[in-house]
């Protein structure tokens, strides 16, 4: 793997692209800054070196150009902090401030350009806009591994001007590694979990998994689908008609593979989808009309607990529950708390990115698993086998 620890930057002028995505509030405060601090140990290595560095990044989804809202002006006075230096801004990823700046920066300097997707043409992946980004600097470091999976220009077009000076970043390699990690040199007992709301987004998943776990944990709002193939009353969960026949399936491949497959035993119901609605606990497959599961319950939370806590390996990708409201996030916790004491008694543990990320956060339970991955898309892509665009266009 060609990485950062591979060259020194002494001189050089260094495009980064980081993934800075975070969240800002109202008043364009950050509320997250787990991604920007994820970056810093490749920001700073290259300062180190006696390199400069300039930052690209996309921020949000700005819909038409340059948007108040989505500007990386915002996360100036934060990024300075962290780094303990200033860093300059340029108003516009490209064009003659930005050649400007970037010329002038000199060894250990840090510069921010604006957010990418400003121009339609990153998302396209244009060959034009990717070589003016090139022109910027001498050495291309990708280390957004949230935007890995996407064949955008600042993500994977731009390598080719950099046929000798390509780099991965620390999160990238961290993040390869460590999915690399659970795919292919997984300790016994490997179980997976997954949830979240649909079957369909995580079938090519489940699919790959079934050929290396000995436990596949299915929870969350995906587990209404398994329910309701079985000839279950679900009453009004979410659930995926066209996916019944699919459902049945992968219990038969399970059964087929020897991997022991545990669904939910029994749910919190609920009279409405609201943090304020009645709630029950029901049996599976016995909810009543007008009622919808939206946690797993608590002889489910005992199963599934006694299951993990007996891992050696656990990747973790789908809330079990709608944790984001405080009445429906039980499940999630007490699955996270599973986590944190199988890897106390030396499991490796894998959190995928995005919603199981969002929720072991939550529960301040961050520093307590293995790795948390940066990429929620991206880490499922690459878990099911798929080559994704930034991470070919450095191996290239
Ligand atoms: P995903 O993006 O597919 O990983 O799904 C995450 C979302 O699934 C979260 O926003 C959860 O609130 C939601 N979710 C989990 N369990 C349920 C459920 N039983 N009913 C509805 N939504 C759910």
């Known amino acids: 793997m060609k990485t950062i620890d591979q060259a020194s930057f002494a001189g050089k002028n260094v495009l980064i692209r980081v993934d800075f995505n975070v969240p800002l509030d109202e008043n364009y405060k950050i509320t997250d800054d787990n991604r920007i601090a994820a970056a810093l140990p490749t920001i700073k290595k290259i300062l180190a070196d006696g390199g400069a560095v300039i930052l690209m990044s996309h921020l949000g989804r700005p819909k038409d150009g340059p948007t108040e809202k989505y500007s990386l002006k915002h996360l100036i ?70 935007t890995a999976h996407r064949a955008h220009a600042s993500t994977s077009v731009i390598a080719q001007f950099f046929p000798d000076a390509k780099y991965f970043g620390y999160v990238m390699a961290s993040e390869l590694e460590n999915a690399e990690k659970v795919l292919n040199n997984a300790a016994k007992p490997f179980t997976a979990i997954m949830g979240g709301s649909k079957v369909s987004d995580k079938i090519q998943l489940i699919e790959k998994l079934l050929d290396k776990v000995d436990n596949l944990i299915i929870g969350g709002g995906m587990a209404y689908t398994f329910a309701k193939a079985d000839g279950g009353n679900i009453g009004t ?76 390996t656990i990747l973790w990708n789908g809330p079990m529950g709608v944790f984001e409201m405080e009445s429906f996030l039980v499940g999630t916790k007490a699955i996270a708390e599973a986590v944190v004491k199988a890897t106390d008694n030396g499991a490796f543990s894998l959190i995928g990115g995005g919603d199981s990320a969002a929720a072991v956060s939550k529960f301040g339970l961050t520093e307590r698993v293995s790795y948390v991955s940066t990429g929620g898309g991206a880490l499922l892509e690459y ?13 290239d």
């Not at 497959?261 to 009645?278: E, G, R, Y």
Request: proline content about 3%.
């Open 77 to 146: 006075p934060h990024l300075s902090d962290l780094l303990g230096q200033e860093v300059q801004f340029a108003n516009d990823c490209i064009g003659q401030e930005a050649i400007d700046k970037a010329k002038e920066l000199e060894p250990g300097e840090v510069l921010l350009l604006e957010n990418l997707r400003f121009y339609k043409q990153e998302e396209k992946g244009d060959v034009e806009f990717a070589k003016k980004l090139a022109a910027l600097g001498n050495v291309y470091v990708n280390d957004a591994f949230g």
């Open 237 to 312: 969960s979410l659930v995926e008609m066209d996916k019944l026949e699919l459902a049945k399936n992968l219990q038969q491949k399970a059964k087929d593979k020897g991997v022991k497959l545990f669904l939910p035993v029994d749910n919190v119901v609920a009279d409405k989808f609201a943090n304020d609605a009645q709630t029950k606990i029901a049996k599976t497959g016995e909810i009543d009309d007008n009622w919808m599961g939206l946690d797993i319950g608590p002889e489910t939370i005992k199963l599934f607990s006694e299951v993990i806590e007996n891992s050696k």
């Open 383 to 395: 878990m099911e086998g798929k080559e994704l665009p930034g991470v070919k266009a450095i191996n």
